[in-house]
């Protein structure tokens, strides 16, 4: 993904307001390991937006959010058939009733695939490279009462592609998304509500039987506070974000903290 004509790195990605992010090689976010199926709707920040989400937002940010649960009880089933042996399956419920919402959601996508090399590559096997990717999502909401919200978020993607790199060996890629968020939100007064969340995010990329294993995962939280006092708005946010990358040799982990303080006229 290119924004603003800034490499894929440069973008920062929000799934359910947990981060995601690929730290070996190039960087970046790997798109083809997040399911369509499961999302809800996208939105984009063009520009740098580095103040506020980090030095990887130079470009800009995308967030993705996934289905929430609406008044009622909305089941759906989906079925799909293409060429070179290849099925799409996908069923879920969504819906609230009282204080609690609910969106949960299976997919599962089947291909038998076709010879992706040509028999003048040296490498050329002639088995089928096919794939298979299965994806759960989960978002429940409870209202505790009119001022305290808590939410949780889960998101998880496996897949398992096959390539040619050596005409003895069947080769394959394993790719693994998974996120998790949980939010409380308090609206204390009139005047002065919070935020409290905490996120959890692992991508990881293994290829068989070569050796080649990346493992990044990011741990997040974040404490946020806003006075309203008439045409005055301050916030005050805490924030700590933790990342661990294992891509040999590279076995290491780091960590940032920051305090933000703001302030609006309206």
Do not use: C
Not at 120 to 142: E, F, I
Not at 172 to 197: E, F, I, V
């Amino acid at each position: 993904l290119y924004l603003r004509g800034a490499e894929t790195r440069y973008t920062a990605v929000y799934v359910d307001g947990v981060r995601v992010d690929s730290q070996a090689g190039s960087g970046g976010t790997s798109w083809e390991a997040i399911p369509l199926s499961m999302i809800d709707r996208v939105e984009v920040l063009r520009g740098p937006a580095a103040a506020v989400y980090g030095s990887d937002a130079v470009a800009g940010v995308i967030q993705i959010f996934t289905k929430k649960g609406e008044a009622g009880v909305a089941p759906y089933v989906g079925v799909g058939a293409g060429t070179h042996g290849t099925w799409r399956t996908e069923a879920g419920v969504s819906g609230a009733t009282g204080t609690v919402d609910y969106a949960l959601g299976l997919a599962r996508e089947i291909s038998k695939g076709f010879d992706a090399t040509t028999k003048a590559n040296k490498n050329n096997n002639p088995d089928r490279d096919g794939y298979q990717t299965n994806s759960a999502n989960a978002r429940l909401g409870l209202q505790v009462n009119a001022a305290h919200r808590l939410e949780g978020t889960l998101l998880y993607s496996d897949s398992d592609s096959r390539y040619d790199a050596s005409k003895a060996t069947d080769d394959h890629s394993l790719h693994r998304l998974r996120t998790l968020g949980l939010n409380w939100q308090a609206q204390w007064s009139s005047s002065y509500k919070t935020r409290l969340s905490i996120t959890d995010s692992q991508d990881r990329y293994q290829t068989r039987p070569s050796p080649y294993l990346t493992d990044t995962r990011l741990r997040g939280y974040l404490f946020q506070n806003e006075w309203r006092l008439g045409v005055h708005q301050l916030t005050a946010a805490l924030e700590r974000r933790e990342d661990h990358l294992v891509n040999a040799p590279i076995d290491r982990s780091r960590a940032q903290n920051a305090l933000a303080l703001g302030y609006g006229l309206h």
